[in-house]
């Protein structure tokens, strides 16, 4: 039972370009939640995707958006990149929200924005 | 407003030491959960345990054991016996009752076990 699945793993952008980040979430999971996780930080909410749309979100600009397909996968976008958006951007996943109190997440896409 | 306080930002000790880690939080919520995990290099937040607000049982598992007192807003972990694979940045979170999907950080303790 494949666990939860990010891709890419590293990727360096430079400044104004758009990266995209992608999010495969556990079997039974219909629920993916983005975090960004800062360098000696702790993971901050970005925002969640369920049922294909964008529930809950975090106090992160409008260059942050994000999709979550039938499958239940999701994509993260952020455009006009900026330097302090280099971090380990973490998914993830969970069943109706997490009501459950379950959550899994993915082993991260590292983003360095030059 | 969710707040998670990890007041100890680094904690070195020698191996077979016991250790504390402590978490604050603050929540206007009355249901919530709390959760312990641990971020190793690689990246990926492992699950360490999940309580519900309403049950301060104490939990122990294995080496690991959980201290949970309502009444002073502590989620306390102890790691009994330390070994250097318990080496990791360890974070506590907290979430809404119906929503754990959306949970708040402390910004992590960085323990090292030193052989």
């Known amino acids: 039972d494949a666990g939860v699945t990010q891709s890419p793993t590293h990727l360096i952008k430079t400044r104004g370009q758009q990266v995209t980040l992608r999010c495969s979430p556990k079997s039974g999971h219909d629920t993916v939640s983005w975090y960004q996780q800062a360098l000696g930080q702790g993971p901050q909410f970005i925002f969640q995707y369920y049922e294909e749309e964008e529930r809950q979100r975090g106090n992160f600009p409008d260059r942050f958006s994000g999709h979550q397909f039938p499958n239940y996968s999701s994509e993260l976008n952020v455009n006009a990149l900026l330097l302090g958006d280099s971090a380990l951007y973490l998914c993830?996943?969970?069943?109706?929200?997490?009501?459950?109190?379950?959550?899994?997440f993915g082993e991260g896409s590292r983003l360095t924005v030059l | 407003a969710q707040k998670v306080t990890q007041a100890q930002t680094e904690i070195s000790v020698v191996e077979k030491e016991d250790v504390t880690l402590d978490c604050v939080y603050e929540t206007r919520d009355t249901t919530y959960y709390l959760f312990w995990y641990k971020q190793p290099p690689s990246g990926e937040l492992v699950f360490l345990i999940r309580?519900?607000?309403?049950?301060?049982q104490n939990e122990i598992s294995g080496r690991y054991s959980w201290n949970f007192q309502k009444s002073t807003s502590s989620f306390n972990f102890t790691i009994t016996a330390s070994q250097v694979v318990d080496s990791a940045v360890y974070f506590c979170a907290l979430s809404e009752w119906a929503n754990a999907g959306k949970s708040t950080f402390g910004d992590g303790t960085t323990l090292t076990v030193k052989p």
């Open positions: 309580r519900n607000s309403f049950d301060e």
């Open positions: 993830a996943s969970s069943f109706a929200r997490g009501i459950t109190g379950e959550l899994f």
